[in-house]
């Protein structure tokens, strides 16, 4: 049947005159050979109650060390000093970012921090999640953050630090 559907789709003058079949972008594999070569950035909401909070959530590629930091908002003044203060003063600059095209990642000010750093900045392909590794990593905290006791959900944030610290170690 499958067949069948593919040669009269083909064998169709309006379908082959429309040029329907889209070319396929080739697919490559993110690599990194050694620590902070490659960080992956994302912002995850959680909505508790109605009330949504903000984490930057950071990856390292190679090493798989996370960061989970809380942010007010996600404007890119929020995210450039985040990234700022919370890891780039601790761990040092990386080689690359790689991020979603979010308004908050794709800023002059990220582009300008980046420069001014000396950090390439990479983007995913837009509306395709699975092309930065910290969507899958986004999942992972989430689950973990379910694993607290009914008691310890009531105040997540609290327990945010102590549950990167169990996954990183």
């Known amino acids: 049947m499958a067949a069948d559907l593919k040669r009269k789709i083909q064998s169709c003058e309006r379908c082959v005159r429309s040029g329907t079949h889209a070319q396929k972008a080739p697919m490559s594999t993110i690599v990194a050979s050694h620590p902070l070569e490659l960080l992956t950035i994302d912002f995850l909401t959680i909505e508790v109650k109605g009330e949504k909070q903000n984490i930057l959530v950071i990856m390292d590629h190679f090493t798989k060390f996370a960061r989970a930091i809380l942010t007010k908002d996600q404007t890119s003044r ?5 990234l700022w203060n919370e890891f780039f003063m601790t761990y040092g600059f990386p080689g690359r970012i790689l991020s979603d095209q979010g308004r908050d990642f794709e ?7 980046c420069s001014l750093a000396g950090i390439q900045k990479c983007k995913t392909t837009p509306y395709h999640p699975c092309g930065n590794p910290v969507e899958t990593w986004n999942r992972t905290l989430i689950g973990m953050l379910r694993t607290l006791e009914t008691e ?15 996954y990183n170690s």
Do not use: G
């Open 78 to 82: 929020t995210t450039a000093r985040a």
């Open 107 to 113: 800023s002059k000010l990220i582009q300008e921090l």
């Open 152 to 166: 310890q959900k009531k105040d997540w944030r609290k327990h945010l630090k102590p549950v990167m610290h169990a």
